[in-house]
T-cell receptor, first 113, second 110 residues
Framework: GAVVSQHPSRVICKSGTSVKIECRSL??????MFWYRQFPKKSLMLMAT?????????EQGVEKDKFLINHASLTLSTLTVTSAHPEDSSFYIC?????????FGPGTRLTVL | GQQVMQIPQYQHVQEGEDFTTYCNSS?????IQWYKQRPGGHPVFLIQ?????EVKKQKRLTFQFGEAKKNSSLHITATQTTDVGTYFC??????????FGTGTRLLVSP
């Protein structure tokens, strides 16, 4: 079946630094990828829709300058959390629009100290 | 904006008991998907329902899509400890975006 990977799986960083998370579709091409955020014991909240070769579409309330998204190829989208702060600590999950449905990556747990 | 609510938030059952989670959307959906997320894991796709009134079964799991395409349910017959996790419904809008429900966390005691 369709596989989506994320890297890194866990990252701890200092406040003020930037962190890049990669989302790759391994065996299919994805014109559209999605980035979600999940707080502990909460649901997934869509942050943005990433379209290959064009600008991402951000959901209401998500700062585009804070969460930079680049979808440079049909198999890779990146999310960069800029100038991270402790409140950015969360579980970030990507998904890729695949053959039948969206396929989710394993997630990246970000902890900002 | 669109909201998708699930009840109950949490349920603790004894192994062998049945379990049902209900999903309600504030707007009509083009289709609905169900996911299971184990503790520490990511959502795993279970099924997609498209037609009004559709019922699908996967072994002990029965999924139903309401006639008005605004609600759905997942029923597990004779739960097992392997059913532990959080079950999310996700409504698909006209823009192919997923709006996740609030989730129901299931705990099964042996």
């Amino acid at each position: 079946g369709a596989v989506v990977s994320q890297h890194p799986s866990r990252v701890i960083c200092k406040s003020g630094t930037s962190v890049k998370i990669e989302c790759r579709s391994l065996d299919f091409q994805a014109t559209t990828m999605f980035w979600y955020r999940q707080f502990p014991k909460k649901s997934l909240m869509l942050m943005a829709t990433s379209n290959e070769g064009s600008k991402a579409t951000y959901e209401q309330g998500v700062e585009k300058d804070k969460f930079l998204i680049n979808h440079a190829s049909l198999t890779l989208s990146t999310l960069t959390v800029t100038s991270a702060h402790p409140e950015d600590s969360s579980f970030y999950i990507c998904s890729a629009d695949g053959p039948d449905t969206q396929y989710f990556g394993p997630g990246t747990r970000l902890t900002v100290l | 904006g669109q909201q998708v609510m699930q009840i109950p938030q949490y349920q603790h059952v004894q192994e062998g008991e049945d379990f049902t989670t209900y999903c309600n959307s504030s707007t009509t959906l083009s289709n609905i998907q169900w996911y299971k997320q184990r503790p520490g894991g990511h959502p795993v796709f279970l099924i997609q329902l498209v037609k009004s009134g559709e019922v699908k079964k996967q072994k002990r799991l029965t999924f139903q899509f309401g006639e008005a395409k605004k609600n759905s349910s997942l029923h597990i017959t004779a739960t097992q400890t392997t059913d532990v996790g959080t079950y999310f419904c996700a409504g698909v809008t006209g823009f192919q975006k997923l709006v996740f429900g609030t989730g129901t966390r299931l705990l099964v005691s042996p």
